[in-house]
């Protein structure tokens, strides 16, 4: 069965913090990795990764996968209070259009 | 932009009641899924659909229908309400992947409650 685990559950910082959360994945004929950042409403989309070691950049936001360890981080810099939100990874299959998701985890920034 | 509503944001419906939750998106995407959303469980699917009248099970099918009768819409359907059934209800849409995964498109879900 895929299965796709991220930790911390939850974590609560100061604004100016870096965090850093991770997601790993047991899944069969793994294609690619995926982070949503989801507020109160509807998840949104922020990265996909198919290729090991390259890093993904958007503005104080980055991502890379690692395929040799099964896993994948996300990196906050600078962190501020919108980035307090339920961060989720996913893995996508090869020849597949479904998801995996993992259980997320909860970031709350402090002024 | 992708749009995928969903009709209701909140819904209050009694044990026993079939329940209806639709929704739209207007991208002409292939791939529409249903999800529930609990807390520390992460999304868990429920139905995926890749094309009209097609569907295919998720990982927690029990106690729900789908229907997609048109592109645009997908409905799940909760055929007799129950009190584990009480969870925020996320609908997603794709595009069609061929070769590479496809981000999912959410819609801002519908938090359900069964008394």
């Known amino acids: 069965e895929d299965k796709v685990v991220q930790s911390p559950l939850s974590l609560v910082v100061h604004e100016g913090d870096t965090v850093t959360l991770n997601c790993s994945y047991e899944?069969?004929?793994?294609?690619?990795l995926l982070w949503y950042k989801q507020e109160k409403k509807a998840p949104t989309f922020l990265f996909m990764l198919?290729?090991?070691?390259i890093e993904k950049k958007s503005g104080r936001l980055s991502s890379i996968l690692d395929k040799k360890e099964l896993s994948s981080i996300l990196n906050i810099t600078a962190t501020q209070t919108g980035d307090s939100a339920i961060y989720l990874c996913?893995?996508?299959?090869?020849?597949?259009?479904?998801?995996?998701f993992g259980g997320g985890t909860r970031l709350m920034v402090k002024p | 932009d992708v749009k995928v509503t969903q009709s209701s944001r909140y819904l209050v419906k009694r044990t026993g009641e079939k329940v209806f939750l639709e929704c739209v998106q207007d991208?002409?995407?292939?791939?529409m899924f249903w999800y529930r959303q609990d807390p520390g469980l992460g999304l868990r699917l429920i139905y995926f659909?890749?094309?009209?009248?097609?569907?295919e099970k998720g990982d927690i099918p029990e106690g729900y229908s789908v229907s997609r009768e048109k592109k645009e819409r997908f409905s799940l359907i909760l055929e007799s309400a129950s009190t584990n059934q009480t969870s925020m209800y996320l609908c997603a849409s794709s595009l069609l992947g061929v070769g590479l995964n496809q981000p999912q498109h959410f819609g801002d879900g519908t938090r359900l409650s069964i008394l």
């Open positions: 991208m002409d995407h292939e791939n």
């Open positions: 899944v069969t004929n793994f294609r690619s």
């Open positions: 996913a893995s996508g299959k090869i020849a597949g259009n479904m998801l995996t």
């Open positions: 198919t290729s090991s070691g």
């Open positions: 659909s890749y094309d009209v009248k097609m569907k």
